[in-house]
């Protein structure tokens, strides 16, 4: 006789039943009630102490899942530990049909902060009122739900907010009422609301809340009836005041809301260190409680940086993994210093301009990036979405609007997986990707093929990147291509090694007839233009052999053919900006000629390319630009090469 399985808490938080616990029970619960299953014990267990936990388990969040034919046993460090415990009997159980038996599996994150994050910004512009009518998915309850579950589910433990200056729109502020003079009590009132319901919600999960601003900036409000600029470059007693005083009403309202802190774009750097050690962090401190603070590594130089070591004591420091993009497995060296300032250090993957808009998904890379960046130090990790500037929808052209974490499900699937462990076994990693891409893509053939794919395409687009990049970060993005001078004076990254040479040097060495000491850049682009042709081959292969999401493998196939066109786009431009005469007009016109057939892909498929101001390579660009609206300027540039 089969009957569901019972469940019995052995050891309740202090005061009652932690939210974590109670969230990750009913999740089990779901998971047992679907299967039929001999009636045994689960006896859920929050224990700490000596011994209860293998040593790898023995940290936050850490777990131990013991299973017999008569009881199972889950043992969490802590509520967080058991909700993840919970979560992983109960995906095991699911995938198996039934309870598992024998079953002894310990765990822990590597990383102790995984999160990602929500723009309540716009089109590059950070002072957004928030609001229903600019964004209404924050207001989407349903949505909400959706998403948190989708981030327990992939163990990411904290959303950060990002806006210029959030406060005003979330609590009301008696001292200066002149800073919501334009603002509606009610929707003050509707956002306080929203926020404590998503904070309940979000802590069920595990999942912190932060909110990011920036130095020095206020309400819109606050700025007319002051006279003041919309960014405040150095502190004065109005501002000190009124800063000091929406943080500490926010706090008091919100305790468990995290503040991530941009010390700029507007703070003179001589500033940096007396504003957060002397107006933030006071005003957080007299509300009593310590929310989670995180500095981020912008505006602000090591030196400021270890001033405010010390005077806080939840505090992070967050630097940028390679500048705005990702142009290599390697993390920027500096991270290694920023990282022993306090000794708690998130790494940012950020606007990723250079693989904008495309799909990209290779879990090796992917892997590699989180064991370098551990290796650098690293504590935590901050994931932006793929198009961060549109969330909760992205540019594809589709007949519904997708949402991103449906869009890019391997994207965060793949960081989270690898902020929670990134020492897992190649070979083991390799079965795991086939049997997701077996699910999602019907076949054991379309799976291979669409593995390989990611892995082939993985280095195309940060190759270009470390080789072109040309400065100005998500404004620059490499996609939309360069011209002959941009070229020809692009440095690269200057703190990532390059394996061939850069592009002054070899210009230079064509010039004065030196013999090259490494690699050229032509040869180094041939080879990621090969790697890109794997990439089409294989993606080929996975659409005819897709029997599931068939849609979803033409987009992958699309997006593949348009990262082979931008790769050989880079290579005849190249090839103009170093050869002579005919010879270099002609490749000119090649280029052209490739760009204008990836304008042509792209316009069926995507209906933007950024949703940034465009710095490169013109600042006369609309903003969104696509790339028919690139086009252009390198047909007048063929047009007057020679003249």
């Known amino acids: 006789m089969f009957a ?6 052995s050891l309740l938080a202090a005061g009652g039943e932690d939210p974590r616990v109670a969230w990750g029970r009913a999740q089990l619960e779901s998971a047992l009630a679907a299967v039929q299953a001999p009636q045994r014990s689960v006896e859920i267990v929050i224990d700490a102490a000596p011994g209860a936990l293998v040593d790898a388990a023995a940290k936050p969040e850490g777990f131990r899942i013991v299973t017999s034919k008569e009881a199972i046993r889950v043992v969490g460090f802590d509520a967080a530990g058991v909700l993840y415990g919970c979560l992983e009997l109960a995906q095991r159980t699911r995938a198996l049909g039934r309870l598992p038996d024998n079953l ?34 924050f207001y989407d309850k349903g949505l909400w739900t959706d998403y948190l579950e989708f981030l327990a589910a992939n163990r990411f433990n904290y959303i950060a907010f990002w806006n210029g200056h959030p406060f005003d729109y979330f609590v009301r502020l008696e001292k200066y009422p002149e800073a919501q003079d334009g603002m509606d009590p009610a929707l003050i009132a509707r956002n306080h ?19 990011e601003f920036y130095n020095i900036h206020t309400s819109v409000y606050f700025q007319k009836a002051h006279k003041l600029p919309a960014w405040n470059p150095k502190p004065t007693p109005l501002l000190t005041d009124y800063t000091a005083y929406c943080i500490e009403r926010f706090v008091s309202e919100f305790p ?46 090591l030196e400021h940086m270890r001033q405010l070591a010390g005077h806080y004591p939840r505090l992070y420091t967050e630097s940028k993994f390679n500048v705005e993009m990702i142009a290599s497995t390697q993390i920027d060296p500096a991270t290694r210093d920023w990282a022993s300032v306090t000794g708690n250090h998130v790494v940012n993957i950020h606007c990723l301009g250079n693989l904008e808009p495309f799909r990209w998904n290779p879990p090796s890379y992917i892997r590699q990036c989180m064991q370098n960046s551990v290796a650098a130090g690293a504590t935590g ?42 020492q897992r076994d190649p070979e083991q990693e390799r079965a795991y990707w086939l ?120 987009r992958y196939s699309s997006d593949a053919k348009a990262i082979q066109l931008t790769a050989r786009y880079y290579l005849r431009k ?31 498929s995507y209906d933007s390319l950024s949703d940034v101001p465009a710095w490169n390579p013109s600042k006369e660009l609309p903003c969104p630009y696509h790339w028919a609206d690139v086009l252009p300027l390198y047909e007048k540039e063929l047009a007057r090469y020679g003249h």
């Open 256 to 301: 468990n809301i995290g503040l991530y802190v941009c010390p700029g774009e507007a703070l003179q750097l001589e500033h940096t260190a007396d504003w957060i050690n002397n107006v933030i962090f006071p005003a957080v401190l007299r509300t009593g409680k310590t929310p989670p603070i995180m500095i981020r590594a912008w505006a602000i130089d």
């Open 193 to 211: 609301d929203l926020l404590l319901w998503l904070g309940a919600e979000a802590e069920k999960r595990n999942i912190c809340l932060m909110f």
């Open 435 to 554: 049997s997701q891409l077996e699910a999602r893509f019907g076949t054991p053939k379309a799976a291979e093929a669409m593995l390989t794919l990611f892995e082939a395409d993985g280095d195309v687009l940060p190759a270009l990147q470390r080789l072109f990049w040309i400065g100005n970060d998500n404004h620059t993005v490499v996609t939309a291509g360069a011209t002959l001078e941009q070229l020809r004076n692009a440095p690269g990254i200057p703190f990532l090694p390059l394996e061939c040479l850069r592009v002054p040097e070899y210009l230079d060495a064509l010039k004065h007839e030196k013999p090259l000491e490494k690699e050229s850049p032509l040869d180094f682009l041939a080879r990621k233009l090969e790697e890109s042709t794997r990439a089409c081959a294989a993606a080929g292969v996975a659409v005819a052999a897709a029997t599931r999401n068939q849609a979803e493998a033409k």
């Open 104 to 137: 002894d599996v310990s765990d822990a994150p590597a990383l102790s902060l995984r999160g990602t994050c929500i723009l309540l910004m716009k089109l590059g512009t950070y002072d957004y009122p928030i609001t229903p009518e600019e964004f209404p998915f």
């Open 381 to 422: 990790l901050h994931l932006y979405p793929r198009k961060a500037w549109r969330w909760p929808f992205g540019c594809d052209k589709t007949d519904t609007p997708e949402l991103q974490w449906q869009r890019d499900h391997f994207w965060f699937e793949m960081w989270g997986r690898y902020a929670w462990n990134p």
């Open 4 to 9: 569901q399985a019972l469940l019995c808490i």
């Open 574 to 604: 190249l090839a103009a900006a170093t050869a002579k005469g005919d010879a270099s007009r002609a490749a000119l016109q090649e280029s052209v000629d490739i760009f204008r057939e990836l304008t042509e892909l792209t316009r069926q």
